[in-house]
């Protein structure tokens, strides 16, 4: 008989949930949300990008991006450029606020995957990753 508790969908999901949630208390502490830290982290890593790119590489409906876009441009760590050849596009980027910021929050995503990582060796995390690098080619398939 099935048994959810040995599948690998509902095991993946119940640890990657708790995960974000630890993540993300870590963060309100300091007055931000796992969510805010990944669009700043992604921002500063990639540069400017469009909201719907953003969206996909967040995994999010573009609606969720964008009342998340909205809430982060009223407290000024983005903003919006409109493309000057296709006006339907609309680019984010971080303001300098917004780069001070994801500069001060990049240490709790260190200590976070520290600590989700403690004691495992190198080679474990390796094969790890190979694993979860595969169920991902096969939930494509």
Partial sequence: M???DTCV?????KVAKKMADKMNERLVLVGSTRVQWLVMYYLLRDGRMSQSDLGE???IKDS???RLIDRMEKE??????KDKKDRR?????LTEKG???IEELLPI???MSKVFSKSISNEEFEIFNKVLNKMAENADD
Wanted: charged share 30%; with cysteine; aromatic share 12%.
């Fill in 9 to 13: 969908c509902f095991i993946t999901n």
């Fill in 99 to 101: 780069k001070k910021r």
């Fill in 89 to 93: 596009v609309t680019y984010v980027l």
């Fill in 64 to 66: 969720t991006v964008v």
């Fill in 57 to 59: 590489k967040m995994d």
């Fill in 76 to 81: 000024q760590f983005v903003e919006r450029v």
């Fill in 109 to 111: 995503g260190e200590e």
């Fill in 2 to 4: 099935f048994d959810v």
